[in-house]
């Protein structure tokens, strides 16, 4: 079964970026379209950005030209670089497969992002 430990969070000013990885403990290669998504305190989890194993992205309207989704299927790993940082942004981001759970996938612990002056 294949676990997820995304790092990368932590607290930055507004205007800030941040990068995060997700790890796989086991191939992805053939999980077609991997997502970040992100759970603020209160609200459901959203889906922030899907990448597919052709390299194809899609992103959530809220962070289109502030985020940039990547993956290295070499490495079982997927990047979401952050830009231009909001309060808005603060949630813990979760990296899991597009739709969610495919293949026994569960969910990470997750890495806090804060975004505070």
């Known amino acids: 079964q294949v676990q997820l430990v995304e790092t990368g969070g932590g607290l930055v000013q507004p205007g800030g970026s941040l990068r995060l990885s997700c790890t796989a403990s086991?191939?992805?290669?053939?999980?077609?379209?991997m997502g970040w998504y992100r759970q603020a305190p209160g609200k459901q989890r959203e889906l922030v950005a899907k990448?597919?194993?052709?390299?194809?992205?899609n992103y959530a309207g809220s962070v289109k030209g502030r985020f940039t989704i990547s993956r290295d299927n070499a490495k079982n790993t997927v990047f979401l670089q952050m830009n231009f940082l909001k309060p808005d942004d603060t949630a813990v981001y979760y990296c899991?497969?597009?739709?969610?759970?495919?293949?026994?996938?569960?969910w990470g612990q997750g890495t806090q992002v804060t975004v505070s002056s």
């Open positions: 990448i597919t194993s052709g390299g194809s992205t």
């Open positions: 086991g191939s992805i290669f053939n999980i077609n379209a």
């Open positions: 899991n497969t597009f739709p969610p759970g495919l293949f026994g996938v569960s």
